[in-house]
């Protein structure tokens, strides 16, 4: 069996060698970790947040693509060739994203994801998905999902700095990662509650007010959506002959790019008025 083996390997061998062949060499921009970058320039978590949300917005309404799976290994940094710009960041790996059949215009109730199960990484997936797992991945969860994005790299990014509550990050990141996911979905309900003091932010990232701002207020976001949208259904059964909207309908307008930005450009502001009070 060996001899045969290896005359296969020898035959192979001479067909390479004897036959034309190409080299080819595929070159492709260098990317940095997103940890990586935020441990080098902690306020470029806005920036992040910004960029990433104009991304999933453009892949949903322009290309009718839901990514699925945003996370902090997914989204890396691309340093610029240009004297001009830094750089972006890009979110990457498509290998569990979805077509949308019939556009992102289509009626929810019509739309159809080509996925055939539930994707993403446990510790970055919306809470809605983790309770049903029958429920239509929507963009509200990838917008959802960058918010797990934001907190994990606000506690991970100096995770080895000295003085960094380690056992209490551990103890509360660990928690997104059960077996159980209606169990993990109960933890970062949790988390959504957690007052700023309360959560294991290390220095660099708990003391400036832009990332501050940025955390407390998307978190304020994602923990009342929900709440709100159940208002606006109850307030249309209230009307006779009305149209009650989709739950999921009404989410994709209170979690969406609009209100995000939003966040994102009132925590910049909160950081420059900081800024001038100091020079005043």
């Known amino acids: 069996m060996s001899d045969i083996f290896g005359q296969q390997i020898q035959d192979i061998r001479r067909d390479f060698l004897t036959n034309n062949r190409v080299g080819r060499v595929i070159v492709c921009s260098r990317y940095i970790p997103l940890l990586q970058r935020l441990r080098e320039h902690p306020s470029d978590l806005l920036t992040m947040v910004e960029q990433i949300t104009n991304c999933l917005h453009a892949l949903f309404h322009d290309a009718h693509i839901l990514h699925h799976d945003v996370s902090a290994h997914n989204i890396m940094w691309q340093p610029s060739q240009s004297p001009e710009s830094e750089g972006e960041f890009v979110l990457c790996d498509f290998d569990l ?43 509200y969860h990838d917008y959802e999902s960058l918010f797990w994005v934001v907190l994990w790299c606000a506690m991970k990014a100096d995770y080895h700095t000295e ?118």
């Open 97 to 139: 994203a979805v077509t949308i059949e019939g556009g992102a215009s289509a009626p929810s109730n019509t739309r159809v994801a080509t996925a055939t199960h539930r994707t993403g990484t446990l510790p970055f997936l919306a809470i809605e998905l983790l309770e049903n797992p029958k429920t239509l991945h929507r963009l």
């Open 163 to 280: 003085g960094t509550k380690r056992a209490a990050i551990d103890e509360l990141l660990n928690e997104w990662e059960e077996v159980d996911l209606k169990q993990v979905a109960s933890q970062k309900r949790r988390a959504l509650k957690m007052h700023w003091n309360e959560l294991p932010i290390p220095t660099r990232f708990n003391a400036p007010m832009n990332i501050k701002n940025l955390i407390i207020r998307f978190q304020a976001l994602i923990d009342a959506a929900s709440g709100k949208a159940n208002k606006v259904q109850l307030e249309e059964e209230d009307e006779p002959g009305g149209t009650i909207q989709d739950h999921g309908d009404i989410m994709d307008t209170i979690i969406c790019k609009k209100k995000i930005l939003k966040i994102v450009k009132k925590a910049r502001t909160k950081m420059v008025k900081k800024a001038r009070t100091k020079s005043d």
